[in-house]
């Protein structure tokens, strides 16, 4: 089992930015990516970013390309989301999530684990 907890969420203006941050325990010798997936009130889940077990590799929805960055810490169990030029859009419970293997993609369905979730809100 992997125990993933967000961290870093909060009230923000637009054009602010803020840091999440996922720290994941358990079986954290397993090669795992991870993923960032948010969720809007009365909105489905959705994909925001991806990164595989190496770090190398990245995958970002169009709309945070260019001002979300993930990121993992240099022990592989901490994954980041950078989120610079915040939108009220962007208001969200953003969600941590690892997946078995080297590489998770987009679909939410192919994550293992999954965070409780950390309120992110942009005012206008």
């Known amino acids: 089992q992997v125990q993933l907890v967000e961290s870093g969420g909060g009230l923000v203006q637009a054009g602010d930015s803020l840091r999440l941050s996922c720290a994941a325990s358990?079986?954290?010798?397993?090669?795992?990516?991870m993923g960032w997936f948010r969720q809007a009130p009365g909105k489905e889940r959705e994909f925001v970013a991806t990164?595989?077990?190496?770090?190398?590799?990245?995958e970002y929805a169009d709309s945070v390309k260019g001002r979300f960055t993930i990121s993992r810490g240099d022990a592989k169990n901490t994954v980041y989301l950078q989120m610079n030029s915040l939108k009220p859009e962007d208001t969200a419970v953003y969600y941590c999530?690892?997946?078995?293997?080297?590489?998770?993609?987009?679909?939410?369905?192919?994550?293992?684990?999954w965070g409780q979730g950390t309120q992110v809100t942009v005012s206008s």
């Open positions: 358990g079986r954290t010798f397993s090669r795992f990516a």
């Open positions: 990164i595989g077990w190496s770090g190398r590799s990245t």
């Open positions: 999530a690892a997946a078995n293997g080297g590489w998770g993609g987009t679909i939410g369905n192919a994550y293992d684990y």
